[in-house]
């Protein structure tokens, strides 16, 4: 046994009631070096996450309520759920699968959005198992989703598992499922991050990298029309670091109003090993987030339906006051044979990490550690 944070199995609190009288509970799980996370069992949901700036000063960096209700509101953008059965759209929520044709919820018109409606895995209450061990503090959510949940075929068993490591201030996310019959999976988390502090005003003045030459262009409706286009000369090149609100303006008229892309990792490992994705940083603060993943895209969004609701700590979240990096397959993929695999089998296991990790400027670059190698 250790006295670091890794000695504690992480106890459960109470957070609330839903509207149907289902207990919802809180977990609280900590690095040495300052990561306080925590997570609730209604949608397998990261509701705080309290990491140090360049003063050692910790802020919460994501959205949420302070509430099971603020969450069961319509001010819930799906702020940092797990979310699925199939994260992003399915155009006209309707796919084939081996011959026959599924229907799904029509729940942001004409498409099919992030599972769909009342059991989409963001709204379900998941059982929840805590653990700790000389790496760190975990907690395992687990939800069996039956057979024709949501429109989806065969019973779909998910583990979703959330860890922070006792140092390297990071917060490790991992997917596993499997299924009685074949069905599309894309899951990821829908965390909104402002580096300043959730709450704070906007995120144009944020700089982003995203490892990622190439995207897979939409129509209005953000389905996308099956090409893979490069973002050479584009608002979505990313590739060297830029801020936000840079070129932003050009993509307000268009369906997505602002960031709402998704980007394919371009890695030769991407959809195998974890890669870098994704370095997001706030100047004022001096926080880095990197995101790595062994999924094959992320998609960016801004905020751009975010409208001044109120949430933890009374604090309003303004027009894009927060971005998304949502690590997960190409959305739609189910309707397009070019994107990658998002059929599971039966018998196959489908597994998957995202890690969000840390750091602030002031001790990077200088020529000691691996800050420099690893900046993005
Ligand atoms: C995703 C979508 C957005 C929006 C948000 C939730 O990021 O791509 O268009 O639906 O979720 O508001």
Not at 275 to 288: D, F, N, P
Not at 304 to 319: I, T, W
Request: hydrophobic letters at 30%; charged letters at 20%; one cysteine or more.
């Amino acid at each position: 046994m250790t006295t670091s944070a890794s000695g504690e199995e992480p106890v459960a609190e109470q957070f609330g009631m839903t509207k149907d009288g289902q207990a919802v509970e809180l977990f609280t799980l900590k690095s040495d070096t300052g990561l306080v996370a925590k997570v609730m069992t209604r949608g397998a949901t990261l509701v705080q996450l309290h990491v140090p700036d360049n003063d050692g000063k910790s802020a919460d960096v994501v959205l949420g309520f302070d509430s099971v209700a603020g969450y069961e509101s319509e001010d819930n953008q799906y702020f940092g759920c797990t979310t699925g059965r199939v994260c992003n759209r399915i155009a006209k929520g309707k796919f084939t699968l081996d011959g026959k044709e599924y229907s799904l919820a029509v729940n942001n018109e004409p498409n099919h959005l992030h599972g769909g409606g009342e059991k989409s895995l963001d709204k379900v209450v998941w059982k929840a198992k805590s653990f700790s061990n000389d790496k760190g503090q975990g907690v395992r959510f687990s939800y069996s989703s039956p057979d024709g949940e949501e429109g989806y075929p065969g019973q779909l068993d998910i583990v979703v598992t959330y860890f922070v490591p006792v140092t390297g201030n990071r917060l490790n996310i991992t997917y596993n499922a499997t299924t009685d019959k074949a069905t599309p999976v894309n899951l990821t988390n829908h965390a909104y991050f402002n580096l300043a502090g959730a709450g704070s005003p906007s995120v144009l003045d944020h700089t982003l990298r995203l490892n990622a030459d190439r995207y897979t262009p939409t129509d209005d409706t953000l389905i996308p029309t099956g090409a893979v286009d490069s973002v050479e000369g584009t608002p979505l090149d990313f590739r060297k670091v830029t801020k936000i609100g840079q070129r932003i303006e050009p993509l307000t008229g268009t369906g997505a109003l602002g960031y709402d892309h998704n980007f394919v990792l371009n890695a030769p490992e991407a959809g195998k090993k974890l890669v870098l994705a994704a370095a997001l940083r706030e100047k004022t603060s001096g926080r880095i987030l990197r995101v790595r993943t062994d999924q094959p895209a992320i998609q960016f969004y801004s905020g751009n339906f975010l409208k001044g609701q109120v949430g933890k700590e009374g604090k309003s979240y303004a027009h894009r006051s927060a971005i998304c990096l949502e690590t997960q397959h190409y959305p739609d993929s189910v309707n397009h044979s070019n994107f990658p695999n998002t059929i599971l089998k039966p018998g196959e296991k489908f597994q998957s990490t995202t890690i969000y990790e840390f750091a602030v400027a002031g001790t990077e670059g200088n020529g000691k550690g691996d800050g420099a190698k690893k900046k993005l």
